[in-house]
């Protein structure tokens, strides 16, 4: 069979039934294999970004491998900030991209990425931004290099295969193509028990703050079994907003720059935290480094975090923690504790114009239906969805801040609605859409169930605040001339529902109206670049008297 023809058949043994991509003269053998594969669908964007993203959030939320196929050259090159994205959150992504032939490299090929006679080197490129990167020159390495990179791209991030055309076109005698088993190593008893008894046996209140790992091992009850027996409070990081029920006892809301003042009150009543399947990256420990200084730290998950804790590593987090729930016991269970909701933060009143970020939050919130994937892009908006936004039961809730790409989420959320097949919520600014929002099209062609919530506030908005807050707001580069984004999305797309809202009751009324349509939707929210987000850097910093009546008025 064909090389092209073997690596889709591959695909559909390992569960994959999406490839997405653009087509190019340099991997339309791959196209035209799936064209002829009755288990695996090509799906076709607009632009490389966004169908890394797509390949993205299908992971994300599927807890398989997203596939990506691009052709060579400046397609090639468009594949690399989607896979900085997935290397930066450790999503495993399975890139396929085409190469000029074999015959032609170093011979001024079109498109010549070969590093031969001055040329881009795309193995190096690649394999910057990758666990595992390797060019296919013979149909004799294919088998082996195809399981190498499926087996690097399970244990976390994106794996790369450059495929020459000649190559993509060889005949070759392959193994069936079956489904490959995971080998994950397990952690051994000794770290589970050591790290049990210390947790056992602290005395003192400890707190958990749980990363989006939870989500995509799906060790939700096995995180709430652990909090249980420990009587923990539970914080989560801002890309891990669904990994905890909203009713759950204990429940002290977000951390970081996008979070609740809580966190911060309960690490300093502590005396353990435990970290888990998180890093703890910067953006989720924004304000808690002076705290956790003083706190003993143990962590929990596939990567060591960014900050000194004990660590114990493991590949199956959702057995590591059954594992510490069963050494723990429920002889050491303590004390529940109280159920309140988390406070928020103080954001100071503005005049401005157009529906402010909290109230088009609420007004999201009441009419989100059950088991809802969120998409939310970084920025102002984003800021917004992060401290203030529910999350429905059975959802997802995905926030990528690995390297904070605008308009990840217009591609993330379409792959991740061919993976699920429901209603999928993009939430995000006018700046993330003119950078990928015409990835509508995709959802409009494929008619995929997706809305697109677009915040207008005509302006890079996070930018600008940082201009006013940081530069004393005397110039601008970031305020854009009006635009009507729903109604010339809506003239270019004929048949597509949008709407534009300026008030609460409007953007409900348009959601309802919008959440029976079988495919794609726009709302365009106007609001006002002037008002300041829940970001804690660009806001006046709170005594901790302060903050701690607040709670207790708010609790009485």
Request: include cysteine; proline fraction near 6%.
């Amino acid at each position: 069979m064909r090389v092209a023809d073997y690596i889709v058949a591959a695909l559909a043994a390992e569960g994959i039934e999406h490839v997405f991509g653009v087509g190019g003269a340099n991997i339309e053998d791959l196209y035209d294999a799936l064209h002829h594969s009755r288990d695996v669908e090509g799906v076709v964007a607009k632009h490389e970004f966004s169908a890394t993203t797509m390949a993205d959030g299908y992971a994300r939320t599927s807890n398989r491998i997203g596939v990506v196929a691009a052709t060579s050259g400046g397609g090639a090159l468009n594949v690399i900030a989607g896979l900085g994205e997935a290397f930066a959150s450790r999503v495993p992504i399975l890139a396929l991209v085409g190469q000029p032939p074999t015959t032609l490299e170093g011979m001024g090929a079109f498109q010549d990425t070969s590093g031969l006679a001055g040329s881009i080197d795309a193995s190096r490129l690649f394999g910057e931004v990758s666990v595992y990167c390797a060019r296919v020159d013979s149909p004799l390495d294919l088998a082996r290099q195809l399981a190498e990179a499926l087996a690097a791209a399970r244990r976390g991030g994106p794996a790369v295969l450059l495929l020459p055309k000649d190559v993509q076109q060889a005949i070759g005698e392959f193994p069936e193509p079956r489904r490959s088993v995971a080998t994950t190593p397990r952690t051994t008893r000794t770290d589970l028990t050591r790290l049990s008894e210390a947790l056992r046996d602290d005395y003192g209140r400890i707190t958990v703050i749980a990363g989006d790992e939870v989500a995509r091992a799906g060790a939700r009850t096995e995180l709430a079994e652990l909090a249980h027996v420990l009587g923990a409070r539970v914080a989560v990081t801002p890309d891990a907003r669904d990994v905890l029920d909203p009713a759950a006892p204990g429940r002290l809301g977000v951390t970081g720059a996008m979070g609740n003042p809580d966190v911060v009150d309960a690490l300093q009543d502590s005396d353990v935290c435990l970290l888990v399947g998180t890093r703890l990256p910067v953006m989720a420990r924004g304000g808690l480094d002076a705290v956790l200084e003083k706190t003993l730290v143990y962590s929990v998950g596939s990567a060591t975090p960014y900050l000194q804790t004990h660590h114990v590593s493991t590949r199956d987090l959702r057995a590591t923690l059954c594992g510490l729930v069963a050494e723990i016991g429920p002889a050491a269970t303590r004390a529940p504790v109280a159920q309140c909701d988390p406070t928020p933060i103080d954001v100071p009143p503005s005049g401005t114009s157009g529906l402010r970020y909290t109230d088009a939050v609420k007004a999201l919130a009441a009419v989100m239906p059950a088991g809802a994937d969120v998409f939310a892009d970084a920025g102002n908006t984003g800021a917004a969805v992060v401290h203030h936004l529910p999350v429905t039961a059975g959802g997802r809730f995905v926030v990528a801040l690995g390297m904070g790409g605008m308009g990840y989420t217009f591609g993330a959320a379409i792959g991740s609605a061919f993976s699920r097949g429901r209603r999928t919520f993009v939430i995000a600014g006018d700046g993330a859409f003119y950078a990928h929002g015409l990835e509508i099209h995709t959802a409009v062609e494929y008619d995929v169930p997706v809305t697109f919530v677009v915040f207008n506030n005509n302006a890079h908005a996070m930018c600008l605040t940082r201009e006013q807050v940081y530069f004393e707001g005397t110039y601008t580069y970031s305020r854009f001339r009006p635009a009507h984004i729903a109604a010339g999305v809506g003239a270019l797309f004929p048949g597509l529902p949008s709407h534009t809202v300026d008030t609460h009751a409007g953007l409900a009324d348009s959601l309802r109206a919008t959440a029976d349509s079988a495919g794609p939707a726009v709302i365009e929210v106007a609001c006002d670049a002037d008002e300041l987000p829940p970001f804690l850097p660009f806001l006046p910093a709170r005594r901790p008297t302060e903050r701690s009546e607040s709670r207790e008025g708010a609790h009485r």
